[in-house]
C-alpha cells in the first residue's frame, strides 16, 4: 500500500515529442505528489508538484495530470529538448510526513 | 558553498575498512536526512534529523551510523559493511521535517570490494 508504481523504466523520445512518465498508488491517503529530476552526478531536485485538489498543473513546458479516481499520476514534457534527458522520480507523501515514497525512476533520453 | 555539499564524492573501501561520509548544507534548514540509492529501485530513507535530533531510522543496519553535531552538518559512519551496500547515498535537507521540497547533495558512490 506504501508503494508507488512507475513506468515506463527507460523512454527514449525523439526532440520536440512529448515523453509521459506515469505513476500509480495505492494508498489514498497520499496527498502531495511531486517529481524530482536527476541528471547524471547530481542529486534529485524538486522539479514540479501537485495536490489532488486540482486535475492539472503546468510549469513552463512540465505538465502534471492527476486522476484521483484511478490513483494515478503522469508527467508529460512538451517540446522536448536534449538538455531534458535525465531520470525522473515520482513520489508521494502524506501531509506533514517527512517520509516521501518513491518511484524506481525513469530515465529518458531526447535524441536531437 | 550553495545547496548541500558532500563529500567525498567516491569512496572505495574494504569490509574492514571504517570510514566517514560528510553532509552540510548552506541553506539555514533545520531536517536533514540520509538516502540510499540503487540502481533501478526507489531511493530508500535511512535516517532523518529534526533539530539535530533522530527522528527516524528505517530499520537500518547498526554497521551504519549517523550522527548530526549541528543543524549544517550530518555524518554517515560506516563499519564493516558488506558489497551490497556499494551504492549511491545522497544527503538531503528541507526548511523543516514536514518539508515537503528536499534538496540533494550530489552524492557519495560507495563501492565496497
Known amino acids: 500500500q506504501q508503494q508507488v508504481k512507475q513506468s515506463p523504466q527507460s523512454l527514449i523520445v525523439q526532440k520536440g515529442g512529448i515523453p509521459i512518465i506515469n505513476c500509480a498508488y495505492e494508498n489514498t491517503a497520499f496527498d502531495y505528489f511531486p517529481w524530482y529530476q536527476q541528471f547524471p552526478g547530481k542529486g534529485p531536485a524538486l522539479l514540479i508538484a501537485i495536490r489532488p485538489d486540482v486535475s492539472e498543473k503546468k510549469e513552463g513546458r512540465f505538465t502534471i495530470s492527476f486522476n484521483k479516481s484511478a490513483k494515478q499520476f503522469s508527467l508529460h514534457i512538451m517540446d522536448s529538448q536534449p538538455g531534458d534527458s535525465a531520470t525522473y522520480f515520482c513520489a508521494a507523501s502524506i501531509n506533514s510526513n517527512y517520509q516521501l515514497i518513491w518511484g524506481a525512476g525513469t530515465k529518458l533520453i531526447i535524441k536531437p | 558553498e550553495t545547496g548541500v555539499t558532500q563529500t567525498p564524492r567516491h569512496l572505495v573501501m574494504g569490509m574492514t575498512n571504517k570510514k566517514s561520509l560528510k553532509c552540510e548544507q548552506h541553506l539555514g534548514h533545520n531536517a536533514m536526512y540520509w538516502y540510499k540509492q540503487s540502481a533501478k529501485k526507489p531511493l530508500e530513507l535511512m535516517f532523518v534529523?529534526?533539530?539535530?535530533?533522530?527522528?527516524e531510522n528505517n530499520s537500518v543496519p547498526s554497521r551504519f551510523s549517523p550522527e548530526c553535531p549541528n543543524s549544517s552538518h550530518l555524518f554517515l559512519h560506516l563499519h564493516t559493511l558488506q558489497p551490497e551496500d556499494s551504492a549511491l547515498y545522497l544527503c538531503?535537507?528541507?526548511?523543516?521535517?514536514?518539508?515537503?521540497?528536499?534538496?540533494f547533495g550530489p552524492g557519495t558512490r560507495l563501492t565496497v570490494l
Open positions: 538531503a535537507s528541507s526548511q523543516d521535517p514536514g518539508g515537503l521540497n528536499q534538496y
Open positions: 534529523y529534526s533539530l539535530e535530533e533522530r527522528v
